[in-house]
């Protein structure tokens, strides 16, 4: 009888332990789908601001193109020639000079830094 009991016990056990360990690893199977859901919610989230901001500068892009042909198309409608322009060409084509310390901040640098930021979330 004695025998037996043990032998009993030791499956019982064993069949515990391993119900235990399916509890386990059901609930990291949860914690991983809930993990994955939310990591697609972001992912979701960021590739809707990424998509924002990328019409924004496509936007900013075509103004800056208007702009600059209206900008030169001034220059090109002037009386003043190439190697002599007059005050007003030769601010606008100042204005115009990336290389000028007072140019304005490059938008494509800001919108890099933004994207940048936005990848370090990630
Ligand atoms: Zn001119």
């Not at 859901?37 to 972001?42: Q, R, V």
């Not at 892009?61 to 020639?81: F, P, R, T, V, Y």
């Not at 601010?91 to 304005?104: G, H």
Request: proline share 3%.
């Amino acid at each position: 009888m004695k025998k037996l009991t043990k032998i009993k016990t030791k499956p019982n056990l064993q069949e515990s332990r391993l119900k235990e360990n399916f509890e386990m690893l059901d609930r990291i199977r949860d914690d991983t789908v809930n993990d994955i859901e939310s990591l697609t919610e972001d992912f979701q989230h960021m590739t809707l601001v990424a998509e924002s901001i990328q019409r924004n500068y496509r936007a900013l892009l075509a103004e800056n193109q208007l702009l600059k042909g209206a900008l030169l198309s001034i220059i090109d409608e002037c009386g003043c020639w190439e190697g002599n322009r007059c005050d007003r060409c030769q601010k606008i084509l100042k204005s115009l000079d990336s290389k000028n310390p007072d140019f304005p901040p490059n938008a494509a640098k800001e919108y890099r830094a933004i994207l940048n930021q936005l990848r370090n979330l990630g």
